[in-house]
């Protein structure tokens, strides 16, 4: 196989914590050096100065949307998305049709991206059968057919006694379970957050403590069952709060923000834009705030797109109607950069949250650069300026809000197991 010199570049590695300049060379789809002035024989160059190299992202929470509904998505174009963005595995939800809840889909998923998608892929089998929250899915079979977590995404566990279970039987599987933390009966009919935006836009509320109130639920449980607990998508100061608390005490917990949680507040609403409508939604400047700083002192460890992609005349109806969610993959390195030119993280703070921490909290052996690791490296511009257009992009759908933006820095080039699958000149190579 071929051998790749990744030369010249500012090397990011949150594993070893070296930030500096390095070359990285790729050999039989695996890291084979890292080190400042290599030059190995007969490798094809890449040259990445004025470039940061670092591990292949890693997004621990993604919808692929196959199988069932491929209108939106499917695991080939949305890898082609992923790898797009600079992310070499991604996890992606149960929600499927028919939901992941059998080892026989798990089996599919796996079989389809081996076959289809550039990016690595990774199953999150669902909780309970059907998402229904009633009756636990077999977590020891679901986890031996390659799924690397237990969730119920979308929907919530509102029976506290089937919560407890799960995290009991997680711990047999050894893998996390992540919430999609939000009281059903706080939440009701609520589409934008509970404050002076909703009450401007005369839409219902959905409050901050929906969140919160769940979260510290499931913490208690958690604890109560030595547990890895995974909190998706963190977008309240309540919620962050309780998670400090939590990790002080020693609960085994660990969560992850979004990308338009981070940079988005209610007020992207007002204009009754569909692509602004998620769930959890948008919330306020100072929830903004306290999801940054969860990030920078890592109460929150991780940076996951919630990548969910929707059809155009799904999204183009009344705000009420309009299913929650937006595509990421390929805006999120951009979008997140921000952080760093704005101070509130280190360029390393930044890779780990998009990489080591994801990679460790789904024990997967990715994220890092060392020798003989996985050959997933992406090459990054921070500073090249380029239009967003969802109509360009490689995924089905175009729910984005950051759509007709100029958005700042981007994945040059993307490796995968040593192959270059996407350049940002030449589009998705492989397969
Ligand atoms: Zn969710």
């Not at 060379?25 to 002035?37: H, Q, S, T, Y």
């Not at 237990?150 to 919530?156: L, N, Q, V």
Request: hydrophobic share 45%; charged share 25%.
């Amino acid at each position: 196989m071929a051998r790749v010199w990744i030369r010249g570049g500012r090397v990011l590695d949150p594993a070893s914590g070296w930030d500096g300049p390095a070359d990285v060379v790729l050999e039989d789809g695996r890291i084979a050096a890292v080190a400042p002035g290599l030059a190995p024989e007969g490798a094809e160059v890449f040259d990445a100065s004025g470039c940061w190299v670092a591990p292949g992202l890693v997004d621990l929470h993604a919808h692929l949307r196959e199988p069932g509904q491929e209108y939106k998505e499917d695991i080939a174009s949305g890898g082609r998305a992923a790898v797009a963005g600079g992310f070499t595995t991604v996890a992606c939800m149960a929600n499927t049709d028919p939901v992941n809840d059998d080892p026989s889909v798990t089996d599919y998923i796996l079989d389809r991206a081996r076959q289809d998608s550039p990016a690595r892929v990774r199953p999150i089998a669902a909780a309970t059968k059907g998402l229904k929250g009633e009756v636990m899915t077999e977590m020891v079979a679901l986890g031996q057919a390659g799924a690397v977590a237990f969730s119920d995404d979308g929907k919530t566990i509102m029976d506290s006694g089937v919560q407890r279970r799960v995290l009991e039987y997680s711990r047999l599987a050894d893998k996390p379970v992540i919430v999609h933390a939000e009281d059903r009966t706080l939440v009701r009919d609520g589409v934008v957050n509970e404050g002076p935006v909703s009450t401007r836009l005369g839409l219902p509320g959905n409050p901050a403590a929906a969140e919160a109130v769940h979260v510290a639920r499931d913490l208690l449980l958690a604890e109560l069952t030595g547990a890895h607990l995974h909190v998706a998508h963190v977008s309240t100061a309540a919620a962050v709060g309780l998670l400090r608390e939590a990790r002080a005490r020693g609960i085994h917990v660990t969560a992850e923000a979004t990308p338009h949680h981070l940079t988005l507040t209610d007020e992207a609403a007002l204009g009754f834009d569909t692509n602004t409508k998620m769930a959890p939604p948008l919330r306020s400047r100072a929830d903004v705030r306290a999801c940054r700083e969860g990030l920078a002192d890592g109460t929150i460890d991780a940076i996951a797109t919630d990548h969910a992609p929707h059809a155009v005349h799904e999204k183009e109806v009344e705000f009420t109607a309009a299913p929650p969610g937006v595509i990421g993959f390929e805006t999120a390195l951009a979008v997140v950069l921000e952080l760093v030119r704005e101070g509130a993280l280190t360029p390393l703070q930044l890779v780990a949250a998009l990489t080591w921490n994801p990679a460790r909290i789904l024990r997967l052996p990715a994220g890092r650069l060392e020798r003989g690791a996985p050959g997933d490296v992406v090459v990054v511009d921070p500073a090249a300026r380029w239009l967003y257009d969802p109509a360009k992009g490689f995924s089905k759908s175009r729910n984005s809000p950051w759509a007709g933006r100029t958005l700042e820095g981007r994945a040059l080039a993307t490796f995968v197991a040593g192959r270059l699958v996407y350049h940002a000149d030449r589009g998705v190579l492989a397969p």
